[in-house]
């Protein structure tokens, strides 16, 4: 086994090592990728590098006592920083702000020092919660279309359900929202004469949120909250009744009078 290998994973005692495996980087906050090493040997001839291993792109480095960026990568360009007041205590940790989609994958932190150089590597993965859906119904004939709109990442598990738990047939499509995050719009298109309830289902597993949303059909309720149902409209029909049957009346009470 090669020194490096035997630095790695502890096996010599003079340069200890320690790395996160895998980082959950959610939008709208900085990630922190960990990295850390025996600071026994000091300041002098630390070098740090940040890289990216699918293709070798410099992340961040810091070598003769303070940053140096001319190598980095514009990807990053003003978005990373290591914990400079913490490396004489072997805090090797970089923090990426604004992260995205385009930051996921691995990362390479490499430490050398006067007793020796280490490295290892950083799962970065990117996640987003979905927002609350918002629910929009169209109706077209006798049929009724709702459709739910939400922005999250990664692409979710979708499903629609009836109250029996089986699944109904729907159209989901998935588009980038422009904003480091997904666009999901999920519509079900049923009968509005039959009185049903479904369940929307949208489940991100990266980070563990289920949302559910239960719309209930009927013919003869107005809509509300998350629990939706729909009525076609018969005021028309009502009001051409009442003046009829008014109308009725006003010739039978004249023709009485007349008599």
């Not at 340069?15 to 090493?37: D, M, N, T, Y």
């Not at 890289?51 to 070598?63: A, G, I, L, M, W």
Request: net charge positive; hydrophobic share 35%; glycine share 6%.
């Amino acid at each position: 086994m090669s020194r490096w290998k035997l630095l790695l994973f502890g096996a010599a005692v003079a340069f200890k090592w320690s790395v996160q495996e895998e980082v959950l980087a959610i939008h709208g906050r900085p990630a922190v990728l960990r990295c850390s090493f025996d600071s026994a040997a000091g300041m002098d001839n630390l070098v740090v590098t940040w890289q990216r291993v699918e293709d070798n792109k410099v992340v961040h480095s810091f070598y003769h006592g303070k940053d140096q960026l001319d190598l980095q990568s514009v990807l990053y360009k003003n978005r990373t920083e290591l914990y400079n007041s913490e490396l004489q205590a072997g805090n090797a940790s970089l923090m990426l702000h604004k992260v995205g989609p385009q930051d996921e994958g691995k990362y390479l932190c490499t430490v050398s020092t006067s007793r020796g150089t280490s490295n290892a590597q950083v799962q970065v993965k990117y996640g987003a919660l979905f927002s609350e859906p918002k629910l929009t119904i169209k109706t077209h004939g006798s049929n009724i279309t709702l459709l739910y709109e939400s922005e999250g990442y990664p692409e979710p598990e979708t499903s629609w359900q009836d109250l029996s738990q089986q699944n109904v047939s729907y159209d989901t499509e998935v588009v980038p929202s422009g904003s480091d995050l997904l666009t999901l719009r999920t519509k079900l298109t049923v009968n509005g004469d039959q009185n049903r309830s479904y369940r929307l289902t949208v489940r991100n597993r990266l980070l563990g949120q289920l949302i559910e949303r239960d719309v209930r059909v009927v013919n003869d309720v107005s809509s509300r909250s998350d629990t939706v149902t729909v009525r076609r409209s018969r005021v028309g029909l009502v009001c051409v009744i009442f003046y009829v049957s008014f109308f009725t009346l006003f010739i039978i009470a004249f023709t009485i009078s007349q008599r």
